[in-house]
């Protein structure tokens, strides 16, 4: 299977993991992530390690955003009884940090969070792991791919038993969903019956996002489809308050307009808008039609409805617009508008 498999496997045990060797489950992504990271390592320890796939990096079939499948997780807590949990809103984001050999994953389960990185040793063809949730919860471990690129480790946590480990194992089913289970042993390496496990999915814009941006992301730290639509309603805001305004454009900023000639920089486009702008006032609303997140930008499609107020004091001219708008995102997480293309809608075509 392909190293994507691998990746989703990774991100179903962030999920959820047992506190302690005969203890209850804890519902939070904390724990389930913990618990993947120490499937994976527990997997390497026993198996023929073999190269992590050449020429990219290693966990980028896990990249994108993830979440329970049906909400269910299965696990037997007193080494007999099957018990499936509901766990709602379950969220997952993993991107690469700044190295090619490296993964930082970023976990949301209800009040619990936390996050793990991942590192590869092409050396020895081991994944390292190191995790935190919550307040106490910290794992160390030790994983390995496997010749269809699923991953198995084996990982101890400070808050179980001293001496005892997890161990997690990750399929692939397809590029866009992994299965999890893990498995507890105590310290004499003798597993104590109790488990958990499910199925994990790639969320829809995440699935675009893997085939998507082809930049390397700006950063490795989390984002979210919510946050993201707050952060571009507040610059269109800037946008219909003042055309002119060109603190909410990158440097490299390109403005194709219907019927112009494309404008590549800020400077060029400043100049354009403080032309127009003498010429009269637009009274406009920018309207989000789609929003699609990535790891280094965000992607709209949208609508522009208003009026031009021409300076001489004629009368206003109604207009409307569509529009695809590119935002990059920045190292600190902030967007600038970054392409812009639109074209006019002729409204007379449209009055009854």
């Known amino acids: 299977m392909a190293s994507h498999v691998l990746n989703r496997a990774i991100r179903g045990a962030i999920m959820v993991h047992q506190t302690c060797l005969g203890g209850t489950i804890r519902a939070v992504l904390g724990g389930s992530l913990a618990g993947l990271l120490v499937a994976l390592s527990v997997a390497g320890a026993h198996a023929q390690p073999v190269p992590a796939p050449a020429g990219e990096n290693p966990f980028s079939a896990l990249f994108g955003e993830w979440t329970l499948k049906d909400d269910k997780f299965q696990y037997v807590g007193d080494g007999r009884t099957v018990e499936t949990q509901i766990i709602p ?10 190295t090619d050999r490296s993964m930082l994953c970023v976990v949301k389960a209800g009040a619990l969070n936390g996050h793990m990185l991942w590192t590869y040793d092409a050396s020895k063809q081991r994944v390292h792991w190191l995790s935190h949730f919550g307040t106490e919860r910290t794992g160390v471990g030790v994983g390995t791919f496997d010749k269809a690129s699923n991953l198995t480790f084996k990982v101890s946590f400070t808050d179980e038993p001293e001496g005892s480990y997890r161990q997690y194992r990750y399929e692939w089913v397809s590029p866009d969903e992994y299965t999890l289970r893990s498995t507890q042993y105590d310290r004499r390496g003798r597993a104590t019956g109790n488990w958990y496990g499910g199925a994990f999915v790639r969320l829809p814009a995440s699935a675009l996002a893997v085939a998507g941006p082809t930049r390397p992301p700006a950063t490795g730290m989390a984002y979210s489809v919510e946050d993201d639509i707050q952060k571009v309603k ?34 060029a486009l400043q100049k354009v808008l ?5 010429h009269g006032r637009s009274n406009m609303t920018h309207e989000i039609v789609t929003l699609h997140s990535y790891s280094d930008l965000v992607l709209t499609r949208g609508r522009v409805k208003g009026a031009w107020h021409p300076a001489n004091g004629g009368s206003p001219i109604p207009f409307e617009t569509n529009n695809i708008i590119t ?19 002729e409204l007379e075509r449209y009055q009854p």
Request: aromatic share 8%; proline share 0%; glycine share 2%.
């Open 327 to 345: 935002f990059r995102r920045a190292a600190d997480g902030s967007l600038k508008v970054w392409h812009v293309i639109f074209n006019w809608v």
């Open 89 to 98: 809103n379950h969220h997952t984001q993993c991107a690469r940090v700044n």
């Open 234 to 267: 507040a610059i269109l805001k800037k946008i219909d308050a003042d055309i002119t305004d060109t603190s909410i454009y990158s440097e490299d900023v390109v403005h194709m307009a219907q019927g112009s000639r494309a404008i590549t920089s800020k400077a």
């Open 274 to 278: 403080a032309a127009e702008a003498s």
